[in-house]
């Protein structure tokens, strides 16, 4: 079931979005759970456009791109964060943490809950 909400998900966003050069991450859930997908793009072009798509079994919610920042580890990590709001208003509705040098990405929403794991494929 997981494979097949994945292949989906990816032809979703590879007959929707303009043609172009693209570097796509697919990531799942840690625990199994459920068959929740984040998908992480990255245009070519500035970073501003990236997003996330959040799928989660029946529902899909786009996350913007908000902020980077590096981590000064050994090896450098890099930390790219994504949101979604309540309507118009400043009220975050999902917040996903991508490290892109780990491969790892967190979803939360209020800051009463804990993050979920997923983790993250680059997608050839």
Excluded: H
């Excluded at 303009?18 to 072009?45: H, S």
């Excluded at 000064?72 to 400043?90: I, N």
């Excluded at 491969?103 to 979920?116: E, Q």
Aim: aromatic residues 12%; hydrophobic residues 40%; glycine residues 4%.
């Amino acid at each position: 079931m997981r494979l097949l909400m994945t292949a989906l998900v990816s032809l979703l966003f590879s007959t929707t979005l303009l043609a172009g050069k693209q570097t796509v991450y697919t990531c799942t859930l840690d625990d199994d759970f459920d068959d929740w997908v984040l998908t992480i793009v990255f245009p070519e072009g500035p970073v501003g456009d990236s997003f996330v798509e959040f799928f989660d079994n029946d529902t899909t919610d786009t996350l913007r791109f908000k902020d980077y920042r590096s981590l000064e580890t050994f090896p450098p990590q890099q930390v790219f964060t994504f949101v979604s709001y309540v309507g118009r208003s400043l009220v975050v509705r999902n917040k996903v943490s991508f490290n892109k040098t780990k491969l790892r990405a967190t979803l939360g929403g209020s800051p009463k809950s804990d993050p979920i794991a997923f983790s993250c494929t680059l997608e050839k």
